[in-house]
């Protein structure tokens, strides 16, 4: 036994470092951490038990891949709806992982939707009809969703309103805004090019695989950080190897995507070419979150009020700030979320947003994201996403009436909050006979 392993860490930073190692989040039994054969023993181990994270996701994503390749004759991944599935899903994914703050924290926030579209609203006011620069505006956008998210997270963290009911009353009242900041019946067009490039330009060639090497390069840095990280805390790491094969894969993925969307896509004479301009948006934009809810002791307060509010109290955690906060962060990349789909569409009207938010909260719990709280990873929600928008994208190739899309994304939605339900059962019971 070396000194390291007689070394014993203070319990809290070891917890977090665990989140921040990629293992699971705080409260959920990590295994024994050493070979290769250990891990993969540990994660039967755990998925056994219940925790298996967005393994469903991703396992429903590639049976829809496949089915959907067959039932369209080999165009759903085509070059073209590739690149069309990847924009489809950047504001939902935005949206979804604005839902994960407040699902992590046990409560709900069911004005997202219309909180973007409200957001758009003053952008479009402030951009079209004022032709106030999009910086200025969208920064002005940004502000209103913080004081919305001030504005719920005050009624359920200090009021003691539940977040069902302050949120159902935003929803109602936010699309009278929207028609009184609009007017009846009116949209306005995005007319910049900026926000238009968005959604529907894309980088040269180049760029791409430049993306691609900072994501390999920032995944290898944040890697061994974390390996450092749990080396001085007396936390017993994963195998090198491990290490290599799961920014590898990360490598291939990313790589084989920037390849195939640097691709010439065109269904006419101007070449399409490129990855889209939000990818690199949005990559950056889950970075920054994850880095702040996985490597931040604001991060593990917010796990540990969603796994057990009276215990995070009794432990000095001010839970009330972490409610507010995390209320604060929905309601933003809300905003954003609107941002992207107003790219998307190029036109905001009276009824922007408000059918989006039930899409939302099922990407996220289709991700993985448990619904009870303390239990979910940023990364889940845009799995989710995925999973959400190629359900929509598939069918609509197959030109299938809306109807049945809703009905299968409703039957996916209960699955997936059933798979949750069990799982945690599952868990419960494996702790009952530790």
Known sequence: MTATDNKVPDPELATAIDTAGGATP????????????????????????????????IGGFIVLCILFQFLTSGDF????????????????????????????????????GVTAGVGMAVFVQLND????????????????????????????????????????????????LQLILLGNGNSYRITDPSILAIENSNMPAWAGWAMWAVIVLVSLGSAFYDRSRRLR????????????????????????????????RSVSVVSVSGVPIVVPIVVAIL??????????????????VGGNPEAAR???????????????LCSTLAVLS?????????????????????????AAVVGGVSLFGGRGRLMQGVVGALVITAITNGLGLLSLPGGVNLLITGGVLILAATVDAVSR??????????
């Not at 050493?34 to 755990?46: K, W």
């Not at 009794?314 to 604060?328: H, K, L, M």
């Not at 868990?427 to 006979?433: C, D, I, K, V």
């Open 314 to 328: 009794r432990a000095g955690i001010n839970v009330a700030a972490i409610r507010i906060s995390a209320f604060v």
């Open 129 to 176: 009809a004022m032709k106030i620069s999009w910086p200025i505006a969208l920064l002005v956008s940004l502000v209103v969703g913080v004081v919305i998210g001030l504005f719920i997270g005050y009624f359920v963290a200090k009021v003691g309103i539940p977040s069902f009911v302050v949120t159902l009353g935003l929803f109602l009242g936010f699309q009278g």
């Open 26 to 57: 705080p409260g959920i039994a990590t295994g024994y951490e050493g070979s290769i054969q250990d891990q993969v023993r540990a994660y039967i181990s755990r998925v056994r038990s219940g925790e298996m994270g967005m393994l469903p996701a």
């Open 338 to 362: 609107g941002l992207f789909q107003a790219s998307e569409v190029g036109v905001v009207g009276s009824s922007f947003g408000q059918t989006d938010v039930l899409n939302g909260v099922a």
């Open 287 to 304: 970075w920054i979150a994850t880095q702040v809810l996985d490597r931040t002791r604001w991060g593990l307060h917010l796990y540990a």
């Open 77 to 112: 991944l085509g070059l073209l709806n590739v690149a069309n599935l990847i924009t489809q899903t950047a504001f939902l994914a935005m949206l979804a992982v604005a839902l994960v703050f407040v699902i992590l924290i046990a409560e709900i926030d069911l004005s997202a």
């Open 233 to 264: 805390a007396g936390v017993p790491v994963r195998a090198l190897s491990l290490l290599f094969i799961r920014v590898g894969i990360i490598a291939i993925v990313v790589g084989v995507l920037v390849y195939l969307l640097n691709q010439d």
């Open 425 to 434: 059962k599952r868990a419960g019971a494996s702790l009952a006979r530790v």
